[in-house]
């Protein structure tokens, strides 16, 4: 069972264009959810993060929206640069147990054409 | 961020042989370390989790006897694939965290069974 739901699969978006990408949750126990950048033959790179206490977070051009009752959130890029080309992974975790295992989405592939 | 390292980034071997794959923390230390698997343009998928000193918890499906994890340490944790066949082909990522802070991903390390 996928716990943490994310679209689109892929995303083409032009350069200085504005990319969204949008994660669902159903375990309301999560308290952190983190977005991670990975490029091909690369570990995933925490890119920004945030918890259910505020409902957005902006980090220069990513932002993260937070819905706590919808039980969503997305990643917005502004000005997208071909180098934002990369893979990106949504995921979330309960902190306060015991594991704190990273549930993750299934991905999306973003390119930026010039 | 912290650092952590994964030797080799790349290993080709023989079907039967065995690999070990390295993680490092580098400059903190490691309460927890975990290791994923990622097929081709797909998520990671969590195999197991080692806490220093004890046994690791492996996730459902994945064969503690094939893949074998060693945290001797607060820096270190080795993945051994014991009896490699084709099919375990994959990305192996190592990740690490200290307490409930966040989790910091190595490089990953490739590894092909002929």
């Known amino acids: 069972q996928q716990q943490v739901k994310q679209s689109p699969q892929s995303l083409i978006v032009q350069k200085g264009g504005i990319s969204i990408i949008n994660c669902a949750y159903e375990?309301?126990?999560?308290?952190?959810f983190p977005w991670y950048q990975q490029f091909p033959g690369k570990g995933p790179a925490l890119l920004i993060a945030?918890?259910?206490?505020?409902s957005e977070k902006k980090e220069g051009r990513f932002t993260i929206s937070f819905n706590k009752s919808a039980k969503q959130f997305s990643l917005h890029i502004m000005d997208s640069q071909p180098g934002d080309s990369a893979t990106y992974f949504c995921?979330?975790?309960?902190?306060?147990?015991?594991?704190?295992?990273?549930?993750f989405g299934t991905g999306t592939r973003l390119t930026v054409i010039p | 961020g912290a650092v952590v390292s994964q030797h080799p980034s790349w290993v080709i071997c023989k079907s039967g042989t065995s690999v070990k794959i390295e993680c490092r923390s580098l400059?903190?230390?490691?309460?927890?370390m975990f290791w994923y698997r990622q097929f081709p343009k797909q998520s990671l998928m969590l195999m197991a989790t080692?806490?220093?000193?004890?046994?690791?918890?492996?996730e459902q499906g994945v064969e503690k006897d094939k893949f074998l994890i060693n945290h001797a340490s607060l820096t270190l944790s080795t993945l051994t694939v014991t009896s490699a066949h084709p099919e375990d082909s994959s990305f192996y990522i190592c990740?690490?965290?200290?307490?409930?802070?966040?989790?910091?991903f190595g490089p990953g390390t490739r590894l092909t069974v002929l």
């Open positions: 990740s690490a965290k200290q307490g409930i802070d966040e989790q910091f």
């Open positions: 375990n309301t126990a999560f308290d952190y």
């Open positions: 945030i918890r259910p206490d505020v």
């Open positions: 995921a979330a975790s309960n902190r306060q147990s015991g594991a704190n295992n990273l549930f």
């Open positions: 400059d903190f230390q490691a309460t927890t």
């Open positions: 080692s806490n220093e000193g004890s046994k690791a918890t492996y």
